[in-house]
């Protein structure tokens, strides 16, 4: 007896997404979607930079060793909500989900300036890095199904670097907020995280006009909406006077009976695609070691050893961010050009290495304040670019029905593994106070990332400038 064929249709969806050019809808959904990376910049800078108000705040009385947890409780909380979120992104859909997370990162933010001991802000920030987490999962897989192939790599990695012009925000707002011929420092640090609470009611309101992918909508049975979605984009285009490129003759030829690919896709990360998971867990838990180690503790390394105040501590934060968001923005285009393989393994093999040789000097006492933030400056700006690397190479290596819970696991893998640890480990390091000590933990960074591009260089993929669906076939995908 014949088995019969299960109900399918096909697609021009991705080809008809790729062939577009770059237009306004484009630039909203980099506004939209990619702030979420300057709201998590914003985050981490306000409790690196503010670490000394928060600690001496006559509520909170926090060591150094307790800044280091509430660090990690942010991040053991982005872990948990980039699980739990990224599941429910691939099943329910990107927008709904990156409506919610949002929602708990304005609400928790706020929360936490109404703390009023450590497991409270601990508890608050927590909840935080879920949403923060969550964004990472839904947001990332919805730029990544929405940008065409060609642009896709310069601007996954200058989104991903703009967290830190959320870090350059937070460090001008610590300035301000640490004045107290401005504000008390009691009231300074509680009005920082408000501030961070409304710039998420308004990414709130923006990402209203964002529709939902076509692509999820492609592979969960509802293909009627997908095509009507890129008809309105399409349509949106051609009302500023673009020329619409002809569609090619590519079509894709997709299941519409699965509603959910969940486990089949798990199967799939440690079966068929088990050599792009090696690659992702390598490059997420190296840059997130490195990454956290340094910047949840960078305001405590200047105050402890170098003796700045709290209140200069933005200072010192501004130019280190700049640098790093102007590695992305400068390197970026390589990753398209010259290719990811190339860029990917050099980023990290050349990072590893200066880390390693600054942390050294450090040691030694060989720099001052503004020489080590120079040196730092320097290493992250090839850094930044590596680090904004890892996300695109998780994004784009798997099925796109798996996408948001693969970004989730890879994250949730590369925090547990290095970014969890790190700042603990840090901040047990500084509060013991020797300088040899703490060289071990970037020496232990820096080898990380030297590890890490090893194993890109032997077994990266490249996919630049390829469809999404020609790096990973959907599982929903029959022969045409």
């Known amino acids: 007896m014949a088995i019969a064929a299960p109900p399918s249709y096909e697609t021009a969806v991705p080809a008809r997404l790729d062939r577009l050019p770059w237009s306004r809808f484009h630039w909203l959904v980099v506004i939209a979607l990619g702030i979420t990376w300057i709201l998590d910049g914003l985050e981490v800078t306000l409790v690196g930079s503010l670490s000394g108000a928060i600690a001496d705040s006559p509520a909170l009385h926090l060591s150094s060793g307790q800044i280091g947890a509430a660090a990690s409780a942010y991040l053991v909380g982005s ?91 937070g460090a001008a707002g610590a300035l301000v907020a640490l004045d107290p011929a401005i504000i008390a420092p009691e009231r300074g640090w509680r009005l920082a995280f408000f ?4 710039i998420g009611f308004g990414v709130l309101l923006m990402r209203r006009w964002i529709p939902e992918s076509p692509r999820w909508l492609m ?25 619409l490129p002809p ?39 190296a840059q997130s070691f490195c990454y956290n180690a340094v910047f949840f503790t960078y305001a405590l390394i200047l105050t402890k050893f ?15 961010a700049a640098g790093n968001f102007a590695g992305p923005l400068v390197l970026g285009h390589f990753f398209d050009t010259l290719g990811r393989k190339t860029m990917i393994s050099a980023t990290y093999l050349l990072s590893g290495v200066l880390l390693i040789g600054t942390g050294w000097m450090f040691a030694h006492g060989i720099l001052n304040a503004v020489q080590q933030t120079a040196a730092w400056t320097g290493i992250f700006f090839v850094a930044s670019a590596a680090a904004s690397s890892a996300y695109l190479t998780v994004g784009e290596s798997f099925p796109l029905e798996v996408r948001a819970i693969a970004i989730a696991i890879f994250y949730a893998l590369g925090t547990l593994l290095g970014g969890v640890s790190g700042p603990m480990v840090f901040g047990a390091l500084i509060e013991g106070g020797a300088r040899e000590d703490i060289f071990y933990g970037y020496l232990l960074g820096g080898v990380l990332m030297v590890a890490a591009g090893l194993v890109e260089a032997f077994l990266g993929l490249a996919s630049e400038r390829r469809s999404l669906e020609d790096i990973a076939e959907p599982l929903s995908a029959l022969p045409s």
């Open 306 to 320: 170098y003796a700045i105040p709290s209140g200069r501590i933005g200072w010192f934060m501004l130019p280190f």
């Open 79 to 169: 872990v948990v909500g980039a699980l739990f979120f990224g599941w429910l992104t691939d099943r329910l859909g990107r927008k709904k989900l990156f409506t919610i997370t949002v929602l708990v990162y304005l609400m928790a933010t706020i929360c936490s300036g109404l703390s009023w001991n450590f497991w409270s802000f601990a508890l608050f920030r927590a909840i935080t890095g879920a949403g923060i987490g969550g964004e990472y999962a839904a947001v990332n897989a919805t730029i990544q199904e929405l940008i065409p192939a060609r642009y896709r790599g310069f601007t996954d990695l200058v989104i991903n670097g703009s967290f830190w012009i959320g870090a350059a925000l």
């Open 195 to 198: 501030v961070g609470g409304a």
């Open 219 to 243: 592979t969960h049975g509802r293909p009627r909406e997908a095509e009507a979605v890129v008809g309105q984009i399409e349509r949106r285009i051609a009302a500023e006077g673009r020329v």
């Open 247 to 285: 569609v090619s003759a590519q079509r894709l030829r997709v299941r519409c009976d699965v509603r959910s690919w969940f486990v089949v896709g798990l199967i799939s990360l440690l079966g068929r695609y088990r050599r792009r998971t090696c690659v992702g867990v390598a490059l997420m838990a």
